[in-house]
Antibody
Framework: TLKESGPTLVRPTQTLTLTCTFSGFSLTTNGLGVAWIRQPPGKALEWLALIYGNDDKRYTPSLQSRLSITKDTSKDQVVLILTNVHPVDTATYYC?????????????????WGQGTLVTVSS | EIVLTQSPATLSLSPGETATLSCRASQTVSSYLAWYQQKPGQAPRLLIYAASNRATGVPVRFSGRGSGTDFSLTINSLEPEDFAVYYCHQRANWPSTFGQGTRVEIK
């Protein structure tokens, strides 16, 4: 299981820090990963970043300069940082599990997801 | 970046009818495409992976097909719990991308 946590309200230009706390796996194995996806109210899903057990990281190009993803294996957590936020960053932020080395193709997709956390950017 | 275009944006159907949703990729994704279902206030749920494989626990009325750039999701004999928003998703290339969604609503 995965669960997101973080502030519900952030002021414009501030830095948003979100934490995904997971259980049932260890993010020390190659191929295992945790992704972040966001969804503005009433809009579509947008993939943001992914970190693997070997610390390989991927970012969506449009936000790469503002995003940072890290993991703390001792706490079973993944942290997403988004700098210089603006109202357009208002969204529900989800984390999700993926296993790209699994023999089961089903595990190569984002599943399961956390419940999501709504972040509002407003002054 | 691969753009996924879903159509129609909204599908209005009655329970018992068949829904056919389309997802077109701006370039080939081979079979690296999945479908998710999202209900209000809930996280997305994986329905179909690798274009045509049902995820664990997904009813047989859901089926996916396609490869390359054209994909479809069919829901046979719609049940009341199937009225939701459906997203296609590709992992063929970075960045991973989602379609804009198709809402299946009760007519």
């Amino acid at each position: 299981t995965l669960k997101e946590s973080g502030p519900t309200l952030v002021r414009p230009t501030q830095t948003l820090t979100l934490t995904c706390t997971f259980s049932g796996f260890s993010l020390t194995t190659n191929g295992l990963g945790v992704a972040w996806i966001r969804q503005p109210p009433g809009k579509a899903l947008e993939w943001l970043a992914l970190i693997y057990g070997n610390d390989d990281k991927r970012y969506t190009p449009s936000l790469q300069s503002r995003l940072s993803i890290t993991k703390d294996t001792s706490k079973d957590q993944v942290v997403l940082i988004l700098t210089n936020v603006h109202p357009v960053d208002t969204a529900t932020y989800y984390c999700a599990y993926v296993d790209d080395y699994s023999d089961s193709l089903e595990k190569n997709w984002f599943d399961p997801w956390g419940q999501g956390t709504l972040v509002t950017v407003s002054s | 970046e691969i753009v996924l275009t879903q159509s129609p944006a909204t599908l209005s159907l009655s329970p018992g009818e068949t829904a056919t949703l389309s997802c077109r990729a701006s370039q080939t994704v081979s079979s690296y495409l999945a479908w998710y279902q999202q209900k209000p206030g809930q996280a997305p749920r994986l329905l179909i992976y690798a274009a045509s494989n049902r995820a664990t626990g997904v009813p047989v009325r859901f089926s996916g097909r396609g490869s390359g750039t054209d994909f479809s999701l069919t829901i046979n004999s719609l049940e009341p719990e199937d009225f939701a928003v459906y997203y296609c998703h590709q992992r063929a290339n970075w960045p991973s991308t989602f379609g804009q969604g198709t809402r299946v609503e009760i007519k």
